[in-house]
């Protein structure tokens, strides 16, 4: 019994540790793709079989955005988020990478909004009407015209597919010398942070 509360111990600081790395937007997540529509204020579902739907571009959220500049930091991704948004498949189930990402543009909007959009005026009654599904907004997104990311040696060792895409700087001391680089002709939001949704007062309710 010890033992296994060890391994479950352990278990969880290795997923713990591996997921919470980044020492840039942490808690972001990327889009499967580059993007000009999910602006904060967009409320989706995700259904018992795991897909994501968009419910609605929610326009009574208001929203604001910001310059940042250009942004540099680790994140650390699933194969799964790396697949699809480079087309790089690891053997591994997280990577860390370092990410630039030019003039970005954060756009952002505040609890009190999106409180007051849908639960005091009850949108949120009109459009969460899936009790079997999982919904969230979106708070915050970042976009960018142009984005870098970087990979370490140790990494790309565990690169399967897709090295003909990266490209190799050379030198002395530099940590992630292998990158692939994206630009857009338009801005186009990369990341996105979220927000579970309760249900509405009085919904999702059962009688017997």
Same mark, same amino acid.
């Given at each position: 019994?010890?033992?296994?509360?060890?391994?479950?111990?352990?278990?969880?600081?290795?997923?713990?540790?591996?997921? =919470?790395?980044?020492?840039?937007?942490? +808690?972001?997540?990327?889009?499967?793709?580059?993007?000009?529509?999910?602006?904060?204020?967009?409320?989706?579902?995700?259904?018992? =079989?795991?897909?994501?739907?968009?419910?609605?571009?929610?326009?009574?959220?208001?929203?604001?955005?910001?310059?940042?500049?250009?942004?540099?930091?680790?994140?650390?991704?699933?194969?799964?988020?790396?697949?699809?948004?480079?087309?790089?498949?690891?053997?591994? *189930?997280?990577?860390?990478?370092?990410?630039?990402?030019?003039?970005?543009?954060?756009?952002?909007?505040?609890?009190?909004?999106?409180?007051?959009?849908?639960?005091?005026?009850?949108?949120?009654? *009109?459009?969460?009407?899936?009790?079997?599904?999982?919904?969230?907004?979106?708070?915050?997104?970042?976009?960018?015209?142009?984005?870098?990311?970087?990979?370490?040696?140790?990494?790309?060792?565990?690169?399967?597919?897709?090295?003909?895409?990266?490209?190799?700087?050379?030198? +002395?001391?530099? *940590?992630?010398?292998?990158?692939?680089?994206?630009?857009?002709?338009?801005?186009?939001?990369?990341?996105?942070?979220?927000?579970?949704? *309760?249900?509405?007062?009085?919904?999702?309710?059962?009688?017997?």
């Amino acid at each position: 019994m010890k033992k296994l509360f060890l391994l479950l111990f352990f278990v969880s600081v290795v997923s713990f540790s591996q997921t =919470n790395t980044n020492s840039l937007l942490k +808690n972001f997540k990327p889009f499967e793709t580059p993007r000009t529509n999910c602006h904060p204020g967009t409320v989706y579902r995700i259904g018992t =079989n795991g897909v994501e739907y968009i419910v609605q571009d929610v326009k009574q959220i208001k929203s604001d955005e910001s310059s940042d500049g250009t942004l540099v930091g680790q994140m650390t991704f699933s194969s799964q988020e790396l697949l699809k948004i480079l087309n790089l498949n690891f053997n591994s *189930d997280f990577i860390t990478a370092e990410v630039e990402i030019k003039e970005a543009i954060r756009e952002f909007t505040e609890q009190a909004n999106v409180d007051l959009a849908l639960y005091e005026n009850k949108i949120a009654e *009109d459009i969460m009407i899936d009790d079997s599904s999982n919904y969230f907004v979106i708070m915050e997104t970042v976009a960018t015209k142009e984005i870098t990311f970087r990979f370490s040696k140790s990494s790309i060792d565990l690169l399967t597919t897709g090295k003909s895409l990266l490209s190799e700087k050379t030198g +002395n001391g530099i *940590d992630f010398p292998f990158e692939i680089k994206k630009k857009f002709s338009d801005l186009k939001r990369i990341f996105y942070l979220e927000q579970k949704l *309760d249900p509405p007062s009085g919904s999702f309710l059962f009688f017997f």
